[in-house]
């Protein structure tokens, strides 16, 4: 969390505005919101068995958003988003001028090669976490 509170300092103003989708981390949002930031989402719908819809969150992303924040795998679904979807709205949110910040805290939980952390774009921050993963040995 201290990671998404210097993030956010140093690229949130009042006023600006990050584009999430809920449910999702909610001490996040509290951050945003604490940052003088307006936090607007894409709800996962019950009826789409509340699965991440790609297609629909990248036609969000538009210039009046800062930054667009994804936990990856999800909290509190547990859902992974493919890395092939990270790369998209990392592309998109690029020709918008935005950031991308993935938020991989439980990224112990999914395989390596689906992290953010194999793309290199220059809008493109992911933070991880040592207090969420099992090491098995």
Known sequence: MERL????????????????????????I?????????????SLK????FEFNYEEFIEKIN??????????PNNPTGQ????DVIEEVTKKALEEEGIVVVD?????FMDIKNSAVNLEYP?????RSFSKGLVWQ
């Open 5 to 28: 509170e210097k993030i956010n300092k140093f690229v949130i103003r009042e006023g600006s505005k990050v584009l999430g989708y809920a449910l999702q981390f909610s001490e996040y």
């Open 30 to 42: 509290t951050e945003v919101r604490v940052m003088g930031g307006f936090y607007e989402y894409m």
């Open 46 to 49: 019950k009826e789409e068995d």
């Open 63 to 72: 210039d009046s958003y800062t930054l667009v924040y994804i936990d990856n």
């Open 80 to 83: 992974v988003i493919s890395l």
């Open 104 to 108: 991989e805290a439980y990224g112990d």
């Open 123 to 127: 809008n493109l921050i992911v933070v």
